[in-house]
């Protein structure tokens, strides 16, 4: 079982940058790919980027293509989330999330979830 941490949330205005971090235990963390999702108030958690094991592979949801970049240090048990030019909906809590040996987009794939941390763009 993997156990995640978020951090790096916070309030920011419009067009501003931030940088979520995801600290992961467990020895097989470089054997899986890891995920971010994101949920704002009354809307269902969605898909914002995934990473492969290796971090050869990334995908990201259209609307933030070019904007976010998502990384691993598989040496640190880290993954990085880097939100650059950040619009007001953007607001949401931010997960971070592992599914394991299979590279996905969907969030019922996804078995172990962090805490999650709240991001709110300010307009």
């Known amino acids: 079982q993997v156990q995640l941490v978020e951090s790096g949330g916070g309030l920011v205005q419009a067009g501003g940058s931030l940088r979520l971090s995801c600290a992961a235990s467990?020895?097989?963390?470089?054997?899986?790919?890891m995920g971010w999702f994101r949920q704002a108030p009354g809307k269902e958690r969605e898909f914002v980027a995934v990473?492969?094991?290796?971090?050869?592979?990334?995908d990201y949801t259209v609307s933030v293509k070019g904007r976010f970049t998502i990384s691993r240090d598989n040496a640190k048990n880290t993954v990085i989330l880097q939100m650059n030019s950040l619009k007001p909906e953007d607001t949401a809590v931010y997960y971070c999330?592992?599914?394991?040996?299979?590279?996905?987009?969907?969030?019922?794939?996804?078995?172990?979830w962090g805490q999650g941390t709240q991001v709110t763009v300010s307009s």
């Open positions: 990473i492969s094991a290796s971090g050869g592979t990334t």
């Open positions: 467990g020895r097989s963390f470089s054997n899986y790919h």
């Open positions: 999330a592992t599914s394991g040996f299979l590279y996905s987009t969907r969030a019922p794939d996804f078995g172990s």
